[in-house]
Structure formats: C-alpha cells, structure tokens
C-alpha cells in the first residue's frame, strides 16, 4: 500500500489515468470498509460499492487534476476525495433505495477495557481529536480530566499554563492531584475556577466553566466516535481511557 | 471556489484544506498549520470530523518524516525578521532612494533649464543622453515596489470571502476592497464585546493591533499607498476580515 502511495503523483494522474486508479484501490477498499463497519454500507454490497466509488473518482480525475495545487500530498488529498465519494453515494442510496436496513448499533464496539490494543488506539485518537483544539487543547483536557474526576499531573498543569504561579501549582495538585471522587462536579468547579479565571483572564462563574466542559466533552464523543458512528464512547468510556492513561503515567514514573 | 483557497464559499475546509491538516497531523507539524486554519478549525466540529474520519481512514499509513513536504517545506508563512534580510531590505531602500534622488536632481534641473529657450537648445541634446538612461531603473523600481504593496496575500483572500459563523458582525465601512481617505475610519455594529482591531499589511504583518470596546477605530496612522486587510476577534475567534485600499 506504502509502495502504491508514492507512485501515486498528478503526472501519472495525467500520463496514465487507470493506472492511477489502480493504485488508489487501497484508500478505496479502506474507506468503503471503514464505512460497512459502521453500517453506513451493507457488506454484501462491498463490490458494488467499490465499482461505483472507482467509477465516480475515474470521473473525477479531471477535476482533481485542475484543483489540486500541490500543496498538500496527493495520497491525502485522494483519501479526503474518495471519504467525499462515499458519503455521496451513502446519500444517493438512502434516497434511492429504501429496502435497505441499516441497525443503529451495526458495527459499533464498546471499549474492552481489557484489550490493551484498543485502549492505545483509542488513546490515540483522543489525542488526535484534542489536536484540533489547538490552543484550547490543554486547557480543554485539564478541564475534561476534572469533569471526569481523575487526578491531574503536574504536566498538564505545565502544559495548560507554564507560567501558572507556584501557590496555584500547589493549590490543584494538593486538591486535584489525588483521588477526589468525593467530591461533586460542582465542588470541583468551584475550587477550579478561580485558578482558571486568572489563566484565562475571565471572570467565568464555576457554572459556566462546567457547562464549557460539559459541552466540549460532548463534541469530543462525537468525534471519538464518527459519524456515522463506528464506536460507542460515552462520558464513561472517556472516564475508564483517562483513567486508563493516568495509571500508565504513574507506572512509568514508579 | 477559488482553486487556490483552502477554505470554500460556505466557510468550511475544501478537500484540500482538509488533507493539508490531515498531514500536519500525521507529521506533527499543527503548528506550522496557517493560523487562520487552526483556529477555524478549533471552532468548527463539522471540519474536526472530517479530519479525525480521513486521518482514521489513513491511520495504517506510516508518513516518512524526513520527506519534504509541499506545504510546510516550502512555503514562506510568516517570516521571522532576519536580521541579514533586513540589512539587505535597507540597503536595497537606500539604494534605490539615492537613484530616486539622483534621477530627480537631474530631471528638476531638466526642467528648469528647460525654462529659458536659449539653454534648451543648448543643453537639451546633453541631458537626453545622459539623465533618460540613469532615470529608467529607479522609475521601475519604484513602480515594482507599488505594485509590491498592492498584491494579494492568499491567506487573508482566503479569509476575506469567508463569512465567520458563531459571531456575525455587520460591518459599515469600509467595505470589502474600498479605496479609502486617511485617517482611515472603521465602524461596524456592536456585538456586544470588546474586540481586537487588527490591520495587516498585504504581506500580512501586523501594523496595528488594538482593543476597541467601541464600535468605531479610527487609525492614526498615516499608511503608504497599498493593499491593507483589517481582522476583528473577539477574545476567543476571528469574526471578520475585511480589506481595504490606499491611494
């Protein structure tokens, strides 16, 4: 697939348009699986579906030759084309076709807590996803992490704020840097926010700062999971992946 | 959908846009993402879906690190100042004065001896000689650096057309691409917070950046004929980028 990938460049795209498809059927195969898992597609149509996604990106070869401007490698940009393709056919079938059923939990896996495997696939994509909150990423997981009550480091502290001063520092680990089941999200908050108003430089009332967190965990689950989704990840499961991570830190540190 | 944008009409990554941050992903090189996109994306669950679904998709496809990429190994973003590029800058301003100056003296005393007719036809044949070849160069040069100031700047075009979605903010003047007189005013419709005033030359520097609790800046300062963009953000988010002209 590696291999095919780096043959993959516009000049073939011009010199040898089939050719070029040819070695676009792994992101092809890839993205049309991705989505039977998550029943967006009937496995038992796999075929099909991979001759109409091949046929609609054969017609758009030309388009992508004018578009593209070399900014971005090509293989990605083929993998956010054909993702697009997909979900047109997706849309063309479910106003065409109405026989076919699609079970809302289809293909979604819960969180084994026991497979180590998935918890760094999962891990990672929690990353992932709190990547593209850029500036607001540590502060978002400083703040997750207290949502979901597991005991903040003295790293995310650093990462949220470096320059945060040393009372302060001392202050959320003394109270956060333990376990604090005890305590209620609201109590939480409240001890948090004052902290969070001087890094931040807002005058947020606990509420709303629980409220920002609450909504911001949700948009992570959604992303964790996809659309249409493939897993199950709840505010729970989040819990179990911190926990998870915090307890791998702990081991590295001892 | 300008072909070179990585944003489309309706304000969302183009397929482009997308795999450009799929790669900074995949590279780890976010911050090296066009500012504009990552704090629309961090704003925007629409296009952090379709980023996390294609980097999903490509999850198995290993990026060799070492390989220049067409983006971030290419394109200058926004230049540090570099102490010898700048040297080089003033010299290069210094340079072309002089030649300006050089080639002024040399028309003015053109003119005025131009004046009385005896000394026309006297010295006229001398000076179209001498002063018309040394005046060219500076007169181009002059007339690049212009055009220099009035070029677009990809990214901000990019912005320009793109209408931002959490906050509108009606803006009364300037409008888009207007030629405007200095002092330069601007004035839109209170949204209700303080904002950050920004103005940007074409090559993106920032030349003022100014909180405004108020719905009305006026600048002070005097600019050079050139192409400008001016950005409002609340503290969280860009709301608007506009553009203007001086003459």
């Keep these: ?254 | 959908m300008n072909s070179t944008s990585f944003f489309t009409d309706r304000m969302h990554l183009t397929d482009e846009g997308v795999a450009l941050y799929v790669d900074a992903l995949k590279l780890q090189r976010t911050s090296d993402l066009p500012k504009e996109m990552l704090k629309h994306v961090s704003h925007c669950p629409d296009c952090q879906l379709q980023i996390v679904e294609v980097h999903e998709m490509m999850k198995n496809d290993l990026y060799d690190a070492s390989m220049k990429h067409p983006y971030f190994d290419t394109v200058v973003h926004e230049p540090a100042v570099r102490y010898g590029a700048s040297l080089f800058r003033i010299a290069a301003i210094v340079t072309g004065a002089a030649l300006l100056g050089f080639g002024y003296y040399f028309a003015t005393n053109n003119t005025t001896v131009q004046t009385p007719p005896a000394i026309v036809q006297h010295e006229t044949p001398k000076m179209d000689q001498t002063n018309v070849p040394a005046k060219e160069p500076p007169v181009k040069e002059q007339e690049q650096l212009l055009a220099d100031n009035f070029s677009e700047s990809l990214n901000m075009e990019d912005l320009v057309r793109t209408q931002f979605r959490s906050i509108s903010v009606e803006v009364i003047t300037p409008d888009v691409g207007e030629v405007v007189q200095q002092p330069v005013q601007f004035k839109w419709k209170d949204v209700g917070e303080p904002l950050t005033l920004k103005i940007l030359s074409n090559k993106e520097r920032t030349l003022i950046s100014t909180q405004v609790t108020t719905n009305s800046y006026t600048a002070q300062k005097k600019f050079a004929p050139g192409l400008y963009y001016w950005k409002l953000e609340t503290k969280d988010e860009l709301i608007f980028v506009g553009k203007f002209l001086v003459r």
């Design chain 1, 1 to 254: 697939m590696h291999s095919h990938h780096e043959q993959l460049t516009i000049t073939l795209l011009r010199d040898d348009p089939k050719k070029f498809l040819r070695y676009c059927q792994p992101i092809i195969e890839i993205c049309v699986h991705q989505y039977m898992a998550s029943g967006m597609f009937p496995y038992a149509e796999a075929k099909d579906i991979i001759q109409s996604v091949n046929e609609k990106l054969y017609a758009r070869l030309g388009t992508i030759d004018q578009h593209y401007t070399g900014r971005v490698l090509l293989r990605t940009y083929i993998n956010a084309t054909v993702r697009n393709i997909c979900l047109r056919i997706h849309e063309e079938r479910n106003h065409s076709i109405k026989t076919i059923q699609i079970h809302e939990e289809h293909g979604i896996y819960t969180i084994d807590p026991t497979n180590a495997f998935v918890f760094d696939e999962e891990l990672e994509r929690l990353h992932t996803v709190l990547q593209l909150f850029h500036e607001e990423r540590n502060k978002l997981y400083i703040a997750m992490k207290l949502y979901l009550k597991i005991p903040l480091r003295k790293m995310d502290i650093y990462r949220w704020n470096r320059h945060l001063a040393p009372a302060q520092k001392e202050f959320l680990i003394s109270l956060f840097g333990k376990n604090y089941d005890e305590m209620t999200i609201h109590e939480i908050f409240a001890a948090f926010a004052p902290v969070w108003n001087s890094v931040e430089r807002t005058s947020s009332a606990p509420k709303s700062i629980e409220r920002w967190t609450n909504e911001q965990i949700n948009v992570v689950i959604k992303l964790m999971n996809g659309n249409p989704p493939r897993r199950s990840h709840s505010k729970e499961t989040l819990q179990v992946l911190l926990s998870e991570e915090y307890s791998r830190h702990l081991n590295k540190e001892s």
